[in-house]
């Protein structure tokens, strides 16, 4: 049964218009199969980076001149630089552009090293961190070298917490920093996987509402979308996507809805809690295409 069976209707036409330049890469680059050096594909990405909304998110980050943080790098939560950061990551505005390469440079240069991270921190802000330099082309820096061989320790020992909702979360973000990578290593995504799975029933209640950016706050889709992008096929997997599936709408956009925003980070939100994702959507039609398309 071909994949797009398991849509009601057409949705896959709104993420790849021009409201969301993120969710139209998305599209593009996951469903489409445009990949560099598409004109289709190097039109969008010019589009998103001339995006006037992320433009205005990086105009307002730290730069060269910036000094430290007087509080944690993650406070305010939400609106500190490190959760802007981590808001243009998500969206993948791979950008050439010195600001945004310095304020990169600048959170590098000053979050926590990852083995003096406070009990108050947000969960594995190793990998929170770690998912910023790595989105905008920094895996080559040492200090990138150097968080990733502490997560790559940290998972090898399983050494992550112990409550089993916030190990879901832990897990997931862990997963994430994994598919920034050129060849993850084969032997984590499999333990990520495994451990990640085998907390289905004890998941939090939160990953049942889809939100966006995700930050510090995974959900199914999120966890979902990730694994698959690791090539995770799992039988166990299959309960989450028909869980995505089933969170389907069936109005006339038949798309996915933004149940959790946490936009305080950008200056405006982009889209409003309670209506209708492209960028939801666009991730949702990945997971069902990535899920069914072998079927």
């Not at 959760?83 to 990551?89: K, S």
């Not at 083995?115 to 990138?144: C, K, Q, W, Y």
Request: with cysteine; glycine share 4%; net charge negative.
């Amino acid at each position: 049964m071909p994949w797009w069976t398991h849509l009601r209707g057409r949705p896959f036409y709104h993420p790849l218009d021009d409201e969301h330049p993120p969710a139209r890469v998305f599209m593009l680059r996951r469903l489409i199969g445009r990949e560099r050096p598409s004109r289709v594909l190097r039109e969008a990405q010019n589009a998103l980076c001339a995006w006037p909304w992320g433009r205005a998110q990086i105009a307002r980050l730290p730069d060269e001149q910036t000094p430290p943080p007087a509080t944690p790098i993650w406070e305010p939560r939400y609106t500190a630089p490190l959760w802007r950061l981590r808001l243009l990551a998500e969206f993948e505005m791979r950008c050439y552009d010195e600001h945004l390469a310095a304020a990169t440079d600048w959170l590098l240069t000053n979050a926590p090293p990852p083995d003096a991270i406070p009990d108050d921190a947000p969960i594995n802000l190793n990998a929170l961190v770690l998912s910023v330099p790595l989105a905008f082309g920094f895996e080559s820096d040492e200090r990138v070298q150097m968080r990733l061989a502490h997560l790559f320790t940290t998972l090898r020992q399983r050494a992550w917490p112990q409550s089993p909702a916030e190990r879901a979360d832990w897990l997931a973000q862990a997963a994430y920093v994994l598919t920034w990578l050129a060849t993850p290593p084969a032997d984590l995504v499999a333990l990520v996987a495994d451990a990640l799975l085998a907390l289905d029933a004890h998941v939090p209640s939160r990953w049942r509402r889809f939100g966006a950016p995700i930050f510090d706050q995974p959900d199914l889709l999120f966890a979902t979308r990730v694994l698959l992008e690791l090539g995770v096929r799992d039988a166990r997997l299959g309960a989450w996507v028909a869980a995505i599936e089933a969170a389907q709408h069936a109005d006339a956009r038949a798309g996915w809805y933004l149940a959790a925003s946490r936009y305080e980070a950008a200056a405006a939100p982009l889209e409003a809690e309670g209506a209708f994702s492209r960028w939801l959507t666009a991730q949702a039609i990945y997971v069902l295409n990535a899920w069914y398309g072998d079927a």
